[in-house]
Structure formats: structure tokens, C-alpha cells
């Protein structure tokens, strides 16, 4: 059983200016949004028993939060399944805690995941249910019951367990990270993310599964070619070494497919990257009906040039 606390009650523990160890477990963007004051941000995907308690200052009691309390109690029952009795959840999560009066610090807005996961449900569902009434092929039809049907299943799991997968994927994408300088296309990845659901399993790209090493010696030998999905001001500024250019923007209006053979080799692997991998998995889903070998890379620019893929550097 998971002792709970009020808000009210932990207002009145601040007010008395006692130690109090408080751990957030939503998203970083989540709490990039809006936190009590005094917490400390530590997701709950992350969350490790046999360090958290080092990463808050003082003694007494962990209380976890998060927005209205679910997670929060997740937590202290990982901590106390690894044999730490002394935690407690705050009740009715960040929420209830700035209705009281609690201070909290404002950021960004942010999306909650609970409202990532209902529209992420409910564009899998809608798109299992355009295939089952429009596919061209029987298999397209029996693909679309079985995805709205896995979807309603693992709904009705995740009420009866309190427990949802769909959340637990969500909360580890990008745009659910700390905000930063890749910040445009992470809201570019979390329009990918929805795009591709509605689209159907049948389109919807994933980053490859192919090693830096096996790319980088693909692209040595020949036998791939890397591009740059975004836009001309960004390559000009900095780009990889030898990519080419062919902006999101521009596969977007529509590009012949002559004019693309000129750049894009059908008989080679096409790896595609962006900034911080949103904007190439929508250009992999307009190149992959038109024959390409296209496999977008997961990795966010920066994170390619520190694996060691030479950069030129512009203006």
C-alpha cells in the first residue's frame, strides 16, 4: 500500500521549512512546463532505486510526484519492491499541488503524456479503421482490424493493470526530452509520430537499425549515400561531409521522379538524416513508395558528428 500525502499537508511541511526530498517523475518537458519549486526532475523510465536517493540533498523521506498522482505512485512502488519503505506519493500530482497554493516554476508549455497517449491511441485506431474500410487489398483490411484491435486491447490492459506500454514508449521520445537547440524538430518528429499512425503501418518509417560503424563503411565502399533532409539556411550553415541535399520541404511539394534520380541513386542504400530525427522519417515515408532503399538515421545531427562523420562548417 502506497502512503499517500495532501497537498495541503506538504504546503504546511515548506511552510515550516523543513528538509523535504521531492522527486518529479513526468517528462523533462513536462516538467520543463511547470514543477513545484523545491522538486528535483527524475523520469520515471529512469528511475533507479539504488541511486535516486543521491540525487536529492538531505534526509527523510523520498515523496514523488508527477501530474495527478499515477505515476507518482508507480514509483514508490518500484522503490519499495527494491526494499526502500520510506517513500510517499503526493496526491493528485502537480496539479492539486499548484491549486493549493504550493510555488511552482513556469517554463514552456508542454503537452502532458497522458494526452501524447490519447492522441496517439486514437490515430492508430483511425487508422486501422480507414484500412479495414478502404484498403485496396484484403491484407490491408485484416491489417487494419488487427491494429485497432491490438490498440483496444492494450487499452483495456493498461486499465486493469494500470499499467500502459504506449505511455512508457512516449515518454522516452524526443520531443518529451529536455528542450534545447533541436527543439524545432523535435515538434517536426512529434508531427512525424502522428502523421505515420494515421498513415498506417504500411507507410509509417523507423530509424535504422544499422550500426554508425556499418553506415559509415557502407557510404566509404560506396554502396550508400547519406542526405540531409533540412533545409538549405540549415545546411548552409553546417552540414556532414559529403551528404547531399534534398530538403523535407521540397519532397513535400512534389519532386518528378526523374529529378530525383539525379540525385538519388536507386541502386545504392539512401540514409537520411535531420536535425534530431523527426523531419527524415516523414521524408522516408514520401521516398519509400518511389523504390528507394531509404533508412532513416535515429540520431540527431550533433550526436552524427560526434560518432565521427566529418562536418563542414559555413557561415
Not at 499515477?70 to 491549486?99: F, L, N, Q, Y
Not at 523527426?278 to 518511389?290: M, S, T, V
Request: proline share 6%; net charge neutral.
Amino acid at each position: 500500500m502506497v502512503t499517500t500525502i495532501s497537498p495541503q499537508n506538504l504546503a504546511d511541511l515548506l511552510r515550516e521549512k523543513k528538509p523535504l526530498r521531492l522527486v518529479d517523475v513526468r517528462t523533462p518537458a513536462e516538467f520543463g512546463e511547470v514543477h513545484v519549486e523545491t522538486a528535483t526532475n527524475v523520469p520515471l523510465d529512469r528511475l533507479d532505486p539504488a541511486t535516486v536517493g543521491n540525487l536529492v540533498a538531505g534526509e527523510g523521506p523520498l515523496y514523488f510526484i508527477c501530474r495527478s498522482g499515477g505515476r507518482s505512485g508507480k514509483a514508490c512502488e518500484k522503490m519499495m519492491a527494491a526494499g526502500h519503505a520510506d517513500v510517499i506519493s503526493v496526491d493528485g500530482g502537480t496539479a492539486a499541488c499548484e491549486t493549493a497554493g504550493l510555488p511552482v516554476i513556469r517554463g514552456r508549455k508542454a503537452m502532458s503524456l497522458e494526452r501524447q497517449v490519447r492522441i496517439a491511441a486514437g490515430a492508430l485506431v483511425f487508422a486501422g479503421v480507414m484500412l479495414a474500410a478502404f484498403g485496396g487489398t484484403e491484407t490491408l483490411r485484416l491489417a487494419g482490424l488487427g491494429i485497432a484491435g491490438f490498440v483496444g486491447a492494450g487499452l483495456v490492459f493498461a486499465g486493469v493493470t494500470d499499467t500502459c506500454g504506449m505511455a512508457m514508449i512516449i515518454a522516452r521520445m524526443p520531443w518529451n526530452q529536455a528542450c534545447g537547440s533541436a527543439a524545432s524538430c523535435s515538434r517536426v518528429l512529434l508531427l512525424a509520430a502522428m502523421l505515420t499512425a494515421t498513415a498506417g503501418p504500411a507507410l509509417a518509417a523507423s530509424p535504422t537499425r544499422d550500426s554508425l560503424p556499418a553506415v559509415q563503411q557502407a557510404v566509404a565502399e560506396q554502396k550508400a549515400v547519406i542526405i540531409d533532409v533540412r533545409e538549405p539556411d540549415e545546411w548552409a550553415e553546417s552540414h556532414l561531409s559529403g551528404a547531399r541535399l534534398v530538403p523535407l520541404s521540397r519532397l513535400k511539394a512534389g519532386v518528378a521522379p526523374a529529378d530525383l534520380a539525379r540525385v538519388l541513386p536507386q541502386d545504392k542504400i539512401i540514409y537520411c538524416h535531420c536535425l534530431a530525427g523527426g523531419r527524415c522519417l516523414l521524408a522516408a515515408d514520401i521516398l519509400k513508395p518511389l523504390g528507394y532503399d531509404v533508412r532513416p538515421l535515429g540520431q540527431s545531427y550533433d550526436e552524427l558528428v560526434a560518432a565521427g562523420f566529418p562536418a563542414v562548417t559555413g557561415r
